[in-house]
T-cell receptor, first 114, second 115 residues
């Protein structure tokens, strides 16, 4: 598609439930990133996929968080046993291989854990 | 390792006044630098980027930024603020190598524009 697409745009879940957030990057972009945006905290890096290389998972806050990217395209971020502190906006971005191109961001998924 | 510092969390200017949003970076290798804007309930949009070419970079919506290595700064400016410029602005840095293009973002600055 023309831009980065994220779904759902909003998700309300009960504490303890698992959630899946989806990201569909721009066609041809080999790099895909997940960030978390919490109020007053800026953007927190979560995970980064680049082509067929092993993902950079250094930003995942706990083992409840995982992500995969199938076929070098769509990515799913999974949060297991959600906690209230997981409430945030989850942003996905994609880019061409080199960092100089910058990112194109999706509109994000607003996750609320109640 | 790299980082960016955006001092303050909120800037307020009058419509027509100069906009100046400050960003200082720390990087162990020559960096690429970016400014992004986020309007309410939207994702981030690239305003401009510095990638080792001209030190004065012009972006969209009349914004520009100047890379100053001696000051490790990349401040964002606009000569005359419009009401539509009210948004959150993020500075970001990445190393200028293709091996790891991960961006590190500052905490962001909220710009308010008074009529």
């Amino acid at each position: 598609g023309a831009g980065v697409s994220q779904s759902p745009s909003n998700k309300v879940t009960e504490k303890g439930k698992d959630v899946e957030l989806r990201c569909d990057p721009i066609s041809g972009h080999t790099a895909l990133y997940w960030y978390r945006q919490s109020l007053g905290q800026g953007l927190e890096f979560l995970i980064y996929f680049q082509g067929n290389s092993a993902p950079d998972k250094s930003g995942l806050p706990s083992d409840r968080f995982s992500a995969e990217r199938t076929g070098g395209s769509v990515s799913t971020l999974t949060i297991q046993r959600t906690q209230q502190e997981d409430s945030a906006v989850y942003l996905c971005a994609s880019s061409l291989a080199l960092g100089a191109y910058g990112y194109t961001f999706g509109s994000g998924t607003r996750l609320t854990v109640v | 390792a790299q980082s960016v510092t955006q001092l303050g969390s909120h800037v307020s200017v009058s419509e027509g006044a100069l906009v100046l949003l400050r960003c200082n970076y720390s990087s162990s290798v020559p960096p690429y630098l970016f400014w992004y804007v986020q309007y309410p309930n939207q994702g981030l949009q690239l305003l401009l980027k510095y990638t080792s070419a001209a030190t004065l970079v012009k972006g969209i919506n009349g914004f520009e930024a100047e890379f100053k290595k001696s000051e490790t700064s990349f401040h964002l400016t606009k000569p005359s603020a419009h009401m539509s410029d009210a948004a959150e602005y993020f500075c970001a840095v990445s190393p200028n190598t293709g091996a790891n293009s991960k961006l590190t973002f500052g905490k962001g600055i909220t710009l308010s524009v008074r009529p």
